[in-house]
């Protein structure tokens, strides 16, 4: 067969020569691509059978990118319009001085549950959804690399968020606020079992994000198409990359923070009681230190999707696109930085409160640039007019507004007059739509043909626009005005004769010309969504973009996987599509039989390894199911059947992974072209390693949390610190942990080198985790003795929740090593080397780090001050 390059390949292939090659693969092999002629019809067929969503009711077990994508949108969009519909009952009641069209307590728990719902169940989920769809089709993956966890992120987060938001129909939502502060939360001020609803069901949400989390940052990094290095990758891969790293270190301060309250809550350890050596404070920094980047992790994918339409409504690549990279890189840093900007008004140090007000004039450095990069590539491009177009430029006007205002409650002297008054609800209302939900909209105007193969009406979207544009000013811009009038929020009334009657109904008109808007889009929507598109499922590219998602068709994504040379591939080659689509490229078909992706490097995405991904499967739904069922039965206090659903998820997860770390006959395929690639592969080269490691964080970012919780009240109130540290558990308990750390480590090599390394490497693993289990009964043994108790003060509080903490993380590795032993017994864990070890043992070591650093703090610090 005769080879041809087309064009930009050859570029790319001197890119790639230039630099040494992260795997070994020769770049020149690039040159292969695309092949001549067309590929038999029967490659395709077999591609297509394989890659089908199951019908009826078994689509249910479908874990396709798009499949589950499209249903994470639509539930989180029915997610918005139901936290919409709270605030027009709020809007009403707060049309008139003294209106009583709801009792006070529902007030409280509809303001409660609308920010809730937009922030936990809407805000993010829909960033995150819209990734979950649209990324692997932008970088030319047949799905994400873990497309069962992705399903079972978002069955957990759809089962969870339901039963949620039904609460409120059942007097049972919670009515502390979103942020749900102690001492109000707290068991003394909120009896019943609302606020512990929030708390089990905000943590399990947040479970969901992460999981989603770890999928994304993997696909960005291990599933690019070839040539597709990190300065050729799209900005909305980089904003998908940061936006999971940033959810992988905020959120868990966010689980941290729900269990501790929960503690408090259930075992009455005063972690937020003052009286008694706790602090109210910790639950604030704690909360903030997720809240506020929580904002940032909404604001960059979404600004992200901005500049990948802006590229195509102006017909010009953007300008300043490096720079646009490093602004989202330095947003997402600085936020973690700004998180007493919420904190102002409860008495920092004059120190603390002029660097926080400082950071928060920084990050507004960064999403300026952003917005002189789209004002400079609409400038200096050739503007379509369409509605996508609308609402990308409305949606800039507003949150440049909103930015302005930012500005403003950043600086700690206006912030003391105008924190908790409607002037910081006008503020985050202009910054989060400006932000967010206009470029959603834009998103959904732009991006349906390439879902459904036919357009939303344009005309329809015009109005649509309108309405909400016009509706943003009008219910928002008079609550500046009402807020420096002295407003507060969070009442449920107000008291006439005080010039608050006139900027309240203005709002609440606006409130209802935004839901006229919302409302007709939904209209538009089903119209579009109920028929037919292309039959085919071929993505319609209306606009004429040129990156990799309009080369889309079914449930494959690609037909097969183009080599990259350019940020615009379409632009860059005109015949990309047709060779595409003719099967010229990597994986033209199915080399085993089964779903397969391309796994390349991280950095300059070089052909690694082909992964045999799993198909549909009822586990995922059946582990989210019980898992919600364990979480929310535990709020209830119905825990016989509590246990029951715990034990039930446990299994249905155990029996979803069981088939994954699979060997098949085929070491090697010809991945296109006559190039062999692996199928089977261990290490930092594995997919499943990274997320391994990417887990190890999560769980790393929590435990620093509860050492943080330590730290802070040990310093906020040292005199509550009188139960001398125990001694007797430090050396045994290190060298317990010391031994388990290091059976774990040599279990890989064992496994490799002896002759019988299988059957040692799970007596290594079953070693360790019983060294693990003996070194935390030692450790919670030693404090029960020396008399500290979790509920006599902050000391045994904050010791004791460090090790409850601990205690999962062990019962964890306990599971862990029963599965493996189960594996070993069936010979699924066969020698040299699996990726099941490998997963385990960073966990296994990580767990007895992390119990080395549990019973250190709490005895090096005060060492010798008792």
């Known amino acids: 067969m005769t080879d041809r390059v087309a064009p930009g390949v050859a570029g790319a292939m001197e890119d790639a020569a230039s630099a040494p090659s992260e795997t070994g693969f020769d770049a020149k092999l690039y040159a292969r691509f695309p092949t ?67 009792p006070q307590e529902t007030y409280n728990q509809l303001f409660t549950m609308h920010g809730s719902v937009m922030m936990f169940l809407f805000a993010v989920p829909a960033v995150e959804a819209i990734a979950v769809m649209l990324l692997p089709q932008m970088i030319a993956a047949r799905d994400l690399p873990f497309p069962r966890l992705s399903a079972f992120s978002y069955w957990a987060y759809a089962i969870g968020g339901t039963v949620f938001f039904c609460s409120i129909f059942f007097s049972l939502a919670p009515s502390g606020g979103w942020f749900m502060y102690p001492p109000l939360s707290s068991s003394v ?131 300043g696109h490096e720079i646009v990279v490093l602004a989202l890189i330095a947003t997402g840093f600085i936020s973690f930085g700004v998180w007493a900007h919420h904190m102002f008004t409860v008495g920092l140090p004059g120190l603390s409160a002029g660097y926080f007000s400082a950071a928060s004039m920084a990050v507004a450095i960064p999403a300026g640039a952003q917005v002189f990069a789209w004002i400079a590539t609409l400038a200096s491009g050739k503007i379509q007019r369409n509605v996508p177009s609308l609402f990308l430029v409305g949606g800039i006007l507003i949150f440049v507004m909103g930015g302005l205002t930012g500005v403003m409650v950043g600086m700690v002297a206006f912030d003391g007059q105008a924190h908790d008054t409607y002037f910081v609800v006008a503020h985050f209302h202009y910054v989060l739509i400006g932000s967010m939900v206009f470029p959603l909209f834009a998103g959904f105007y732009y991006w349906t043909p390439m879902l459904n193969g036919q357009q939303l009406s344009e005309r329809i979207g015009r109005w649509v626009f309108w309405l909400n544009f016009v509706g943003v000013h009008v219910c928002f811009l008079p609550m500046h005005l009402s807020g420096l009038m002295g407003m507060p929020r969070r009442v449920d009334t107000y008291l006439p004769g005080r010039s608050l ?82 099967g010229r490229y990597f994986l033209p078909g199915t080399a085993t039989g089964a779903r397969e992706t391309l796994i390349t490097s991280s950095s300059r995405a070089e052909p690694q390894y082909v992964q045999i991904m799993p198909g549909p499967s ?78 190890v964080i999560v769980l790393g970012m929590i435990f620093l949390m509860a050492m943080f919780s330590y730290l802070y009240l040990f310093g906020s109130h040292p005199d509550w610190w009188k139960v001398a540290a125990p001694r007797g558990a430090l050396v045994p308990g290190l060298l317990l942990l010391a031994t388990s750390a290091g059976l774990a480590y040599a279990s890989k090599p064992l496994m490799a080198k002896m002759k019988r390394g299988s059957g040692i490497s799970a007596a290594a ?50 599971l862990s090593a029963f599965y493996y032993l189960a594996r070993w017994m069936r010979g699924l864990a066969p020698a040299p080397a699996n990726k099941t070890l490998e997963a385990l043992r960073i966990l296994f070591m990580f767990a007895a780090m992390e119990g080395a650093a549990g019973l250190l703090l709490p005895r090096v610090l005060p060492w010798g001050g008792l």
């Open 36 to 102: 001549k002629g067309r590929r038999p019809k029967g490659e395709l067929e077999e591609l297509k059978k394989v890659w089908e969503t199951p019908t009826g009711w078994r689509a249910f077990s479908a874990v396709n990118n798009n499949f589950i994508g499209f249903l994470f949108i639509v539930t989180a969009f029915g997610f918005f319009v139901a936290a919409g519909v709270l605030s027009l009952v709020m809007r009403v009641q707060l049309a008139a001085p003294l209106a009583s069209f709801v």
């Open 189 to 319: 001020y909120s009896t019943g079992i609302n606020a512990d609803f929030w708390l089990l069901g905000i943590g399990f949400i947040e479970i969901s994000a992460i999981a989603g989390a770890i999928e994304l940052i993997v696909g960005v990094l291990r599933t690019r198409a070839p040539g597709m290095t990190l300065a050729k990758m799209p900005i909305y891969a980089w904003a998908v990359l940061i936006f999971g790293v940033m959810i992988i270190i905020a959120f868990p301060a966010m689980i941290m923070v729900t269990f501790l309250l929960e503690l408090e809550r259930a075992f009455n350890w005063p972690l937020f009681d003052a009286t008694r050596g706790g602090d109210p404070l910790l639950y604030q920094h704690l909360f903030w230190f997720f809240g506020h980047p929580d904002v940032y992790i909404i604001f960059i994918p979404a600004s992200a999707m901005v500049s990948a339409m802006i590229v195509t409504v102006a017909k010009k690549p953007l300008v």
């Open 501 to 582: 009657e006139v900027p309240n109904l203005v709002s609440t008109v606006g409130a209802f010309i935004m839901a006229a808007g919302v409302l007709l889009f939904l209209i538009d929507a089903i119209r579009c969504y109920s028929r037919r598109g292309d039959g085919d499922g071929n993505a319609l590219n209306v606009y004429g973009g040129g990156t990799l998602e309009w080369l889309s068709t079914g449930n494959y994504a690609v037909r097969s996987i183009p080599v990259v040379s350019s940020l615009e591939p379409l632009w860059a080659d005109a015949k990309l599509r047709e060779d595409v689509e003719a």
């Open 618 to 695: 009822w586990w995922p739904l059946l582990a989210a199911l019980f898992t919600a069922g364990f979480f929310l039965l535990l709020t209830v206090k119905a825990m016989t059947l509590c246990a029951i659903c715990g034990v039930l998820a446990i299994v249905c997860i155990m029996r979803w992974v069981w088939g994954n770390d699979r060997h098949i006959q085929q070491k090697e395929v010809d991945a296109g072209g006559g190039i062999l690639l692996p199928t089977y592969v261990t290490g930092p080269q594995s997919h499943g390693w990274w997320a391994a490691v990417l887990l």
């Open 765 to 814: 693993m079953t070693l360790s985790m019983l060294c693990l289990v003996t070194a935390f009964a030692v450790d919670a043994l030693d404090w029960w003795n020396a008399g500290l108790r979790g509920d006599a003060s902050g000391q045994g509080a904050t010791v004791f929740a460090m090790l409850a903490w601990h205690s999962s993380i062990v019962l964890a590795v306990v």
